[in-house]
């Protein structure tokens, strides 16, 4: 019996994480004793802050260790509130938090709460690799408003106007963007507003976990515009801001009914997440911006030195990411093109396999964003190791024939 033939449709049906598939086989590559960098994943190389550590030690001394609230902890949806209030002038209740195991875990309760089989839901492409597949589980449908490295990778409201239809449910972006790093400025997002304004039936999610890592302004978000803000559902975390990936803290800002639902719906999978992650993020929300936005600096000379080492590379385009901390260049010029063995390099995942291989650098094929003339490289490494990696890039592509 082969293995497809007893799992379930709705398994089948699913693409495996292409982050996790190149991060995985970059491993495989380590084990070997190669030395690879890797620019897949999307994780911080800093680590959480001291004080938030010190809160979560204290959580396990005062025996914070039992079931939490589904939602999660009164006080760490107080403090998720007044940090809406505080940075984005948001007005929310703790009844409209619920908290989640990671943002992702966030999208997935939001998605399932509201997509019935065949709803339609707009995702702009380059999109996030897990969107998409979240909609499959659901049994809805995604359409797919592509942009490009000329727009800066952001849509405009006639593209929208003309994505929707009588089945459209949900509308879904991320900015910045993974794995873009553009930023829609509060102009661009009224603008869409305005549209959703002639559409009362379609909710947005609104991914804004890369709020802090923004290089042009302060974070603007669409749930400003009272005329939609029922309809908009904030999913955000503390992974990239915080550094605290593996804390599992995620949450969602949405109305009352959305809240109770994503409540219910986790109450019947995980329930409520890890008491010493909540306390820990508790801490951070308390804690001020400090380690943020030394971070924050620290991309942004991390992201100059990557945009001018791209620059240099022949064949090579790109743009300037305005937040978050990818580059997305676009690497179709090398499609045709043959490697030392004779193979041909047709598409995105046959590039990043190639570099992979040849350069021993980690990157993501566009292909799994949405956009197969494109690839992904995280800037979320140390200067030595970026500077070796571009440097390892440019000569593998040179050998391409």
């Not at 999660?72 to 403090?79: F, S």
């Amino acid at each position: 019996m082969s293995t497809t033939s007893y799992l379930s449709d709705r398994i089948n049906s699913l693409s495996e994480s292409a982050t996790l598939k190149m991060t995985k086989l970059g491993r495989e590559l380590a084990a070997q004793g190669i030395n690879v960098i890797s620019l897949s994943v999307g994780e911080p190389d800093f680590n959480t802050p001291d004080h938030v550590k010190e809160a979560a030690k204290t959580a396990l001394d005062e025996n914070y260790t039992r079931y939490t609230p589904v939602p999660g902890y009164p006080e760490l949806r107080k403090a998720i509130v007044d940090k809406l209030k505080k940075e984005n002038g948001l007005d929310y209740d703790i009844s409209q938090i619920v908290v989640s195991t990671g943002a992702k875990q966030s999208l997935s309760n939001v998605i399932l709460t509201l997509i019935n089989p065949g709803d339609e839901v707009i995702i702009p492409t380059p999109y996030w690799v897990s969107y998409s597949e979240m909609v499959v589980l659901a049994e809805g449908k995604s359409v797919f408003i592509d942009t490009d490295i000329e727009s800066n990778f952001k849509i405009t409201p006639t593209q929208l106007e003309a994505a929707i239809t009588p089945k459209t449910k949900i509308f879904m972006f991320s900015s910045p963007c993974n794995p873009t790093g553009s930023v829609y400025s509060k102009a661009e997002l009224e603008a869409l507003a305005k549209v959703f304004e002639k559409h009362p039936n379609i909710f947005i999610i609104s991914d804004e976990i890369y709020e802090h890592i923004n290089f042009i302004d302060k974070h603007e978000s669409i749930a400003q515009f009272s005329s939609i803000k029922d309809r908009v559902i904030i999913v955000n975390g503390f992974s990239k801001a915080f550094a605290m990936t593996g804390w599992r803290l995620g949450y969602i800002a949405a109305s009352k009914e959305i809240a109770a639902a994503n409540d219910k719906m986790q109450g019947q999978t995980t329930s409520g997440t890890c008491s010493i992650a909540q306390r820990a993020g508790i801490a951070a929300y308390e804690g001020g911006l400090e380690s943020v936005n030394k971070m924050k600096e620290a991309f942004a000379r991390r992201r100059q030195l990557v945009y001018d080492l791209l620059n240099d590379i022949p064949g090579v385009k790109t743009n300037l990411p305005e937040g978050a901390f990818y580059f997305f260049p676009e690497i179709s010029s090398f499609f045709g093109k043959k490697d030392q063995d004779g193979n041909i390099i047709k598409n995105s995942g046959d590039l990043a396999l190639y570099l992979l291989n040849q350069g021993h650098v980690a990157t993501v094929d566009g292909n799994s964003f949405g956009n197969d003339n494109y690839i992904r490289l995280s800037y979320a490494a140390s200067d030595e190791n970026l500077k070796e990696a571009l440097r390892r890039i440019k000569e593998a592509l040179a050998k391409l024939a």
